[in-house]
């Protein structure tokens, strides 16, 4: 097999209409501020992609921001609200909330869903302005958390509610009516859009101080001339995604033929988050023995591309946070590989994954077995 793509957890192909879509635009010249003809085609532009990805997450009644990354959306969520204020934040969080300023971290347990109880006892000792922030879904575990009940507490402490949904939109269906919270964070190239377009869904009675200043562009929330042809592709995106929701069910069962696998294969395999809901895209296995680095070596070889949960910019391998928060043993964490799924996986792809996998393992244990035998 030529090259299987099996990291879609850090990024996904972009799909033909999007491409088709942006190439549309792409070339022309699109300033959504500009009062003339051709800016007034941007401007409807990127007013349409914001219905349609307000219609992602049932939010046509909140106010749609669009940033460049997930990133940049989580970090004008956390510091938007101004100095001063407490942020409580799951240990499970992405680097990209665990590292504003002022951030206390919420426990969670060995499942890797944030602890409710510890959040309360946390939020009735605090004074003062709390903004409280839990992924919808992991990006490592795929572990899906609580956040209704979340955001419930939150508010009854008069704190406000943010989600970081850039795994979850496009894999379970996401409604920030029913979840309650006031902020929420997608990402585009995690549901087969553009890099370069996010956004923040914000409850339109709030009020964020912006990271870039500037122009009043995005209603004052972010300065600086809109990625329009990444736009029009989150927008396309957006609404396929929703379509897309409907095949959710074949990559579970395809997730779930890989771990049923391993786990006949090697019996102590772990499966993280396995006891608790988690995204039907998102495997992540320790292999016994094998530290992950050398995994990842093995796959690329083979043209497959996986990934260490905690794989950093930097392209190390660090121990995951996220298994550090749920008291995985630093041994067990180290052998911890992401396996995570797309629309367009198929069945040989996961048949030639496994081989890969149990030819690792086995080569690793029988040379094991030797060593002690000698
Ligand atoms: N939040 C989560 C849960 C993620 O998995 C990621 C990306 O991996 C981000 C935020 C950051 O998104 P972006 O890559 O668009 O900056």
Known sequence: MDRVFLDHNATTPLAPQVWQAMGEVAADPLNASSVHGFGRQAHSIVEGARREVAALVNGKNKRVVFTSCGTEANNLALGGLGEGVTKLVSAAEHASVLKTRDVQLIPVDADGVVDLVALERMLA??????????????????VIQPVADVARIAHQYGALMHTDAVQAVGKIEVDIEQLGVDMMTLSAHKINGPQGAAALIVNKSLQLVPLLNGGSQEQGFRAGTQNVAAIQGFGVAAKLAAQRLKTAHDIATLRDKLESNIKVHAPQAVIFGSNVPRLGNTSYVSMPGVDAQMQLIHFDLLGIAVSSGAACSSGKVETSHVLQAMGVEKNIAQTALRISLGSETTIEEVDYFLKGWTQLYDRSHDKHNQEKAA
């Open 125 to 142: 000792n605090i004074q003062g302005k709390v903004l409280v922030s839990v992924m919808l879904a992991n990006n490592e575990t795929g």
